[in-house]
């Protein structure tokens, strides 16, 4: 019960809290202008549809590499820690 009303109190507090923002003119433009590209994007990507696909593929093939990259660089660190301690422990 507890959980449902924050939800509510938080999507309510977010709704107002736009509203209220909306009340200033340059917000209202950066709205206008952003609304305007998103539009202009999405009827693009609805008649290329293959461009979307291989601009997803290429977003989640270069997430993948800067993933693997820090996982490795990562898993490098632990080894050198791992090596630090055993010295430390021969002493």
Do not use: H, W
């Not at 952003?34 to 990507?45: D, G, I, L, M």
């Not at 990259?69 to 002493?91: H, P, V, Y």
Request: glycine share 8%.
């Amino acid at each position: 019960m507890g959980k449902q009303k924050l939800v509510k109190g938080i999507i309510f507090g977010a709704v107002i809290g736009g509203l209220v923002s909306l009340g200033d003119r340059d917000t209202r433009r950066y709205v206008r202008s952003k609304c305007q590209v998103t539009k202009q994007r999405a009827q693009f990507y609805i008649k290329n549809p293959s461009d979307l696909v291989r601009e997803l593929n290429q977003f989640y093939q270069k997430g993948s590499e800067q993933l693997s990259t820090g996982l490795s660089q990562a898993l490098e660190i632990l080894n050198q820690l791992q090596e630090m301690t055993r010295k430390i422990d021969k002493k």
